[in-house]
Every structure is written in C-alpha cells, then in structure tokens.
Nanobody, 115 residues
C-alpha cells in the first residue's frame, strides 16, 4: 500500500490550497480515509475523514466550513480543498487509509500560512 501526498506549500492567509492523496495497492473504494495534521510541538490531529463511498464526512471544528474533503474512486485519489487558510493551519499534513485492520499513512506535506 502506498499513499502519495502532493499539493503543499506556502500561502498567504485567506488563500487556498488543494492537497491530493493518491493511493495504490489498496482496495480504494471501500476504505475510509482521512487527513491529519501536526503542528510543531503539538500532537497529530484529525482534520477530516471520509467513508469509502464518500457519502459521509467528518471535520474538525477548526476547519469546518473552510475545508472540504472528497475522493474520486475512479482515480484512487482523495482531496482536501482548503480555503480561507489561517496561520494556525500551518502544519505538516498527512493522509491515511484503512486496509482491512491496518492503517496506512502517506508522507507528510508542509503547509505554511503566512499572516
């Protein structure tokens, strides 16, 4: 199983970014997936997750209304659209996916939001 994250970078406050998480070696369409982030000196925290069919999503309160999680099962890819970014969104962002009872993680990507 491989999860490859792309789309991080530096953005000004109020800007937007979109992250992608491309999966291989996984039965993509039936697995729940999620985005997490870890800021310096803080624990990794859930940003958003989505069920296999994409019918149910869940967001951290701090990003609700600003971030949108989605997935394209035909492309084996999950996305995180981030709008109205704030400096407190600065963190390393990770995606994960369940395969049977194992949780796999992609590599992190740095997002830095300047004020």
């Amino acid at each position: 199983v491989q999860l490859v994250v792309s789309g991080g970078g530096l953005v000004q406050a109020g800007g937007s970014l979109r992250l992608s998480c491309a999966a291989s070696g996984i039965t993509f369409s039936i697995n729940s997936m999620g985005w997490y982030r870890q800021a310096p000196g803080k624990q990794r925290e859930l940003v958003a997750d989505i069920t296999g069919g994409g019918g149910s999503t869940n967001y951290a309160g701090s990003v609700k209304g600003r971030f949108t999680i989605s997935r394209d099962n035909a492309k084996n890819t999950m996305y995180l659209q981030m709008n109205s970014l704030k400096p407190e969104d600065t963190a390393v962002y990770y995606c994960n996916a369940w395969q049977d009872t194992v949780l796999y993680w992609g590599q992190g990507t740095q997002i830095t939001v300047s004020s």
